[in-house]
């Protein structure tokens, strides 16, 4: 286990993505998606993320096995905002839209390793591992210095997806005129259809 971890629990430990520089070889060997719909996950680690580190845009975190240092995952943390309950006032002679702002965090990309699972598949379910013991106490260590209300997404729609990330890992949806304004402004670079969802920390 390397000495660098930033957290760790008795199966995995998790460091920056930019803690090691020798990292680049062995993602692009070794780390790959199962779906092909997932595909812009294993793109952006292997091509993008380096770049959204140097510019201060995303926050990378590498999940590794405690014993055999193998890539279990990774997860890409943000600062962002989304606005609900808009609304135009035409009150004043023009049009003015009105709504309210939640300050959050978005859990940009989330991808486990499938060639991990399928050298230990036993270790099948390590997503919501990586979430509860390395994404939400991140994320609620940054809730301790600045306003933070919600932690979000935006996920593939595909619907056993969205079933897992709503019964399992606690997310929810807007509602439909909130989802259809939101999604109407705002596209994740890899926007393949995805779905807005949330959870109030």
């Not at 943000?78 to 702002?101: C, H, M, P, W, Y």
Request: net charge neutral.
């Amino acid at each position: 286990m390397k000495s660098d971890k930033i957290l760790s629990n008795e199966l995995f430990y998790c460091e920056h993505l930019t803690d090691d520089r020798s990292i680049v070889k062995e993602i692009k060997k070794n780390f790959f998606v199962l779906h092909e719909r997932g595909k812009g996950l294993e793109i952006y680690l292997k091509e993008r993320s380096f770049i959204d580190e140097r510019f201060n845009e995303n926050r990378t975190y590498i999940v590794r096995d405690i014993i055999t240092d193998e890539i279990v995952g990774y997860f890409s943390l943000k600062a962002g905002l989304f606005s609900i309950q808009e609304s135009i006032d035409l009150t004043i002679g023009e049009s003015v839209a009105n709504f309210e702002t939640l300050p959050g965090i978005e859990l940009a990309e989330f991808a486990i390793n499938q060639r991990y699972i399928v050298a230990h598949p036993e270790k099948k379910g390590s997503g919501m591992i990586v979430f509860n013991d390395f994404v939400i106490p991140i994320v609620k260590k940054v809730q301790k210095w600045i306003g933070v209300k919600v932690l979000y997404i935006f996920a593939l729609p595909e619907k056993r997806l969205i079933d897992v990330y709503m019964s399992e890992y606690g997310f929810k949806r807007l509602e439909k005129c909130d989802e259809y304004n939101l999604h109407n402004r705002l596209k994740p670079r890899f926007d393949y259809g995805c779905i807005f969802m949330y959870q109030v920390l």
